[in-house]
């Protein structure tokens, strides 16, 4: 629901915060939500590499004390998958960086500090 027309809008160039977050669609329609991934690279490029196989938008939660480490081995393992890293949603500081793997992981690293929890949402194809 847009809050300047109080209904459903399709406006690219709309800045409500309900409507920011459609700008960011990615384009697969089967989605796995893995929650949090684990700690070892193996085990978090073969979970990726499920949702990769079934051609699906894979979405988790990360740290920010962990989400560097976790870009890298998506870049690494999914050079041409396509990344948006929410940041701090439905909060104040709530923000959205997207690109590839490489393009994100680049700018979360020129930041002083990464602060806040992040949902990540990888597209595959």
Do not use: W
Not at 14 to 35: K, M, S, V
Not at 36 to 62: H, M, N, P, R, W
């Amino acid at each position: 629901m847009c809050e300047r027309e109080r209904a459903d809008c399709a406006d690219s160039r709309c800045q409500c915060r309900n409507c920011r977050p459609l700008r960011f669609r990615l384009t697969n329609r089967q989605i796995f939500i893995f929650r949090i991934l684990q700690k070892t690279t193996a085990k978090t490029v073969e979970a990726l590499q499920s949702a990769a196989d079934a051609g699906a938008t894979a979405i988790f939660y990360e740290s920010p004390e962990r989400i560097t480490k976790t870009l890298s081995y998506v870049a690494n393992a999914f050079p041409s998958s396509q990344v948006v890293a929410a940041r701090e949603l439905t909060k104040m500081h709530e923000e959205f960086i997207r690109g590839s793997a490489g393009e994100v992981l680049e700018k979360l690293k020129e930041k002083a500090s990464i602060k806040g929890e992040f949902t990540i949402l990888i597209s595959f194809k």
